[in-house]
């Protein structure tokens, strides 16, 4: 089963999902539990935490230096996506490195 946690606005959330023919769990919508979350940040680390987007620009110091699954649960746009689940394997991202190891 594949999974695929993103944006549902985020352009490469969509080609992910469009390459693997699969729905995206939009985690804006539906935010994701705080157990996923640390599931996804002990296989990423802060590599999880997109510090490039335009909501990381957004913040004070002092909300940077919180706790980063308090920041990815008050700011679900901090997670760097798509995080794609394939039969139990987390990947992030969709580079070439990712789409190889995903569509095989």
Known sequence: M?????????DTCRKAA?????????IRANPLSREQLERFYQNFGDALVNT????????SEAERGRD??????????LMKRPVIEKDGTLYLGWGKDVQTAVLG
């Open 68 to 77: 980063p699954l308090d920041l990815l649960t008050d700011h679900p746009t």
């Open 52 to 59: 490039r987007s335009t909501t990381w620009r957004g913040l």
């Open 18 to 26: 469009k390459s693997l023919a699969v729905d995206l769990h939009d």
């Open 2 to 10: 594949t999974v695929i946690y993103g944006i549902k606005t985020c």
